[in-house]
C-alpha cells in the first residue's frame, strides 16, 4: 500500500503564498505522473499541475498556470505546490497523487485523475480575501 501524505496547508489571505509538500515512498519505477488535483465540496476534482518524473516536464491547468509550481526532490521522495498570487477561487481539499509507470501526457487530468492510483488523504488550503 503506497501511502501519501500532503503537509502545508493553512488560511492565508489572497496575493500570498503557500508551498504544500507530500512525502512519497521510494519510487520502485523511475517513470511515474505526479500530480496535484483539489477538490471543493459538490464539485468534480480538478487536476492542478502534474510533473513526470524522468524529466520533470511539467503540466498545469489553465486556472494555476503562471502563479503555481509544481517540482519535485527525488532525494528526499517530496513532492512540491509552490502557490503564489492565491485567489479565493484556490480555496479547496488538494491531493497529491501519484500514476506508476506513466509519463503524464496532455490529458493526464482527464475525469479528475481517475487513473492515479495513489493518493494522500488530503490538505484544506483556505484562501480569503
Known amino acids: 500500500q503506497v501511502q501519501l501524505k500532503e503537509r502545508g496547508g493553512g488560511s492565508v489571505q489572497a496575493g500570498e503564498s503557500l508551498r504544500l509538500s507530500c512525502a512519497y515512498p521510494e519510487f520502485t519505477s523511475t517513470s511515474n505522473c505526479m500530480a496535484w488535483f483539489r477538490q471543493v465540496p459538490g464539485k468534480e476534482r480538478e487536476g492542478v499541475a502534474a510533473i513526470y518524473t524522468w524529466d520533470s516536464r511539467t503540466y498545469y491547468s489553465d486556472s494555476v498556470k503562471g502563479r503555481f509550481t509544481i517540482s519535485l526532490d527525488q532525494a528526499k521522495d517530496t513532492l512540491y505546490l509552490q502557490m503564489n498570487s492565491l485567489k479565493a477561487e484556490d480555496t479547496a481539499m488538494y491531493f497529491c497523487?501519484?500514476?506508476?509507470?506513466?509519463?503524464?501526457?496532455?490529458?493526464?487530468?482527464?475525469?479528475?485523475?481517475?487513473?492515479?492510483?495513489?493518493w494522500g488523504q488530503g490538505i484544506q488550503v483556505t484562501v480569503t480575501s
Open positions: 497523487a501519484e500514476e506508476p509507470l506513466s509519463r503524464c501526457g496532455d490529458s493526464w487530468a482527464r475525469r479528475g485523475g481517475a487513473e492515479f492510483d495513489y
